[in-house]
């Protein structure tokens, strides 16, 4: 059905009739989605709005009011209170009828120079580092939770596992600061994950820049950007790409993340017994009386799993599509803000987990048979003259005569990473700086964003 009465809404309606059920259709779940990116497209305009003013295209009233609106669209935004409509398609319509209505000919004017093409790259790029630094924040949080087990329980024995059966002595020290220690490597990873995304894609406006003199260098540093993403029409190019790399680097968390859960489903069970969740953590069963469950564990391992889904569907979305823009882009964002929103919560959960774990050092104690110390006694036989090779079979004839009795504290010398030797200290300060550039990140942006909205206020 042609729906004349919303023709308007869009801005590129030009009196033809619009299909409604198409019309909805491509609209998609934008309106959703884009709630979301409202504040970081308030930023992406005002930085335009007075860059068009510092090269005369635009008034400088004009120019200040409309930063004074677009820092209130991004109040109303935060506080829940902007909308936007289905005839609106998205929030850069949304937020452009919301400017005109509120300034009239001003708002008119702030689409000079642009296309929704690079508006809406600059709103993602913005939300990206803030959802980034969010994540970095819960997985330092994580780490250091992990960190404290580590020390926490630095010296309780257990059983060394490889193929999950028992090999060498380990402690809870040794497991919880390996997680620490994954972690920190992708606080790292982060970094250049952030620097890839440091580029301002806007002036680029469709994909192959404007005959305007647009001052793009203004705007990337309005913005907090360290550069221009010169290559007008690789600004488009790297749409997905850039997605892909956020989801990969996801994916690398997660599998951190998920062999602590893996490890944490088996250390619980009634016949490991090395650990147990807080009664306010586990589940019941509907027909078991005696059932205390690890379902957040599970659905935290399930979590793993779906975010390397939703890394398949940004794959598959984001390949394979010619240069320049095309609408499939525009499906990127629902598993892309799903990534980071189920990423968060789970690491927080997570979080809460482990700082809740308690440790039976007695079960894991019990567990540490003869057998984990049969390399130790092996090299305790080097310390006295044999060869490791002479040594590893003497041991071998011990254990299968019956007649293997080691020795438990043969071994005392201790190298790097050995669990007599974490060195706690160190991975505590590796990651203390981790969390400090994201900290100085952080304050650095938000010093960028409130110079960006008091524009009005300081060039009187
Ligand atoms: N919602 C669109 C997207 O996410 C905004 C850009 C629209 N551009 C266009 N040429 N139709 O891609």
Partial sequence: MPNEKNEAAQLWAKGLPLDEAVHRFTVGDDVATDLILVPFDAAGSAAHARMLASIGLLGMEDAKALV?????????????????SSAQEDCHTAIEAHLTRKLGEAGRRIHLGRSRNDQVIVALRLFYRKALLDIGDGIAALAQAFLDFSAANQHVQMPGYTHLRRAMPST????????????????????????????CPLGSAAGFGVPLPLDRALTSELLGFSAVQRSVVDVQNSRGRHELAILHWLTSVAFVVEKALWDLALYTTEEFGFLSL????????????????????????????????????????AVGLPSNYHRDLQLLKKPVFAAFARGAEALDIFRQVIQGLTVNIERAGAACSDDLYAAEQAFDLVRQGLSFRDAYKAVARQIQAGEFHPDRNAQVDAHTGSSTDLGLDETQAGLDRQTAWIREKRSFLSARETALFTFGDTDG
């Fill in 68 to 84: 004074a609106e677009l820092k209130a669209i991004r109040d109303l935004a935060q506080a829940g209170g902007f909308t936007i």
């Fill in 172 to 199: 809870f020290g040794l497991w919880g600061a390996a997680f620490t220690e994954g972690l920190s490597e992708e606080l790292e990873a982060l970094k250049a994950l952030l620097a890839r995304l440091d580029k």
């Fill in 278 to 317: 807080p009664d306010a953590f586990t589940t019941g069963s509907s027909i078991m009386p005696h059932k205390r469950n690890p379902d957040v564990v599970e659905l935290l391992r399930g979590r793993m799993g779906e975010l390397r889904g939703l890394a398949h569907q940004v794959e598959q979305i």
